[in-house]
């Protein structure tokens, strides 16, 4: 139980394109998710948390009109990068608390801004 | 300032070489201790959670416990499948996360 997907697992882009990210909850309603950036070798780094149904609270230094996060059904949030840029390359990963507070994290997604 | 911190940063061990790693903490209130494993590339595994001080969880050759000021995680004799990093991370309010840097574990055959 308690499985959390990411799609894509990675993606390649063009400067100043957008890029939609999904992350589901399989088995369990989540009801608040939350979005992290990793890079290579550090730990994570919170971007922003978000409830079913309500505006997500961004971490202070996160652009909220550049990473645009969605969490429309218990089940599913959706992170949308715009206008990529190639410093915004990094692993995107989500997760998800139901019943518990237990983090649940999705495997995770690659992104390359070319 | 609440903080969590992880030591080592890294641990080499040979197979069979039991160790523990340590997460410490100073919070103003602690409502869960959380740790995880994750693999390069790929996103942290549960592993356990801990509510209060004196609670010990065990899974395989893993066991966490906590105190009132750290939580360490024992690794009896460990196999190179162990090898990863190992996170923890401190539950303040309910959605307030406090994540350690980790430990990167080798395990040496």
């Known amino acids: 139980g308690a499985v959390v997907s990411q799609h894509p697992s990675w993606v390649i882009c063009k400067s100043g394109t957008s890029v939609k990210i999904e992350c589901r909850s399989l088995d369990f309603q989540a009801t608040t998710m939350f979005w992290y950036r990793q890079f290579p070798k550090q730990s994570l780094m919170l971007m922003a948390t978000?409830?079913?149904?309500?505006?997500?609270?961004?971490e202070q230094g996160v652009e909220k009109d550049k990473f645009l996060i969605n969490h429309a059904s218990l089940t599913l949030s959706t992170l949308t990068v715009t206008s990529a840029h190639p410093e915004d390359s990094s692993f995107y990963i989500c997760?998800?608390?139901?019943?518990?507070?237990?983090?649940?994290f999705g495997p995770g997604t690659r992104l390359t801004v070319l | 300032e609440d903080q969590v911190t992880q030591s080592p940063e890294a641990l080499r061990l040979q197979e069979g070489e039991s160790s523990s790693l340590n997460c410490s903490y100073t919070v103003s209130g602690l409502r869960g201790l959380f740790w995880y494993r994750q693999d390069p590339g790929k996103g942290p595994e549960f592993l356990f959670t801990?509510?209060?001080a004196g609670e010990e969880k065990e899974k395989e050759r893993l066991k966490a416990t906590l105190t009132k000021k750290e939580s360490f995680l024992h690794i009896t004799a460990p196999k190179p499948e162990d090898s990863a990093t190992y996170l923890c991370?401190?539950?303040?309010?309910?959605?307030?996360?406090?994540f350690g840097t980790g430990t990167s574990l080798t395990v040496i055959p």
């Open positions: 991370a401190v539950q303040i309010t309910g959605n307030q996360f406090y």
């Open positions: 978000s409830n079913e149904g309500s505006k997500a609270t961004y």
């Open positions: 801990l509510y209060s």
């Open positions: 997760s998800a608390t139901g019943l518990t507070d237990t983090q649940y």
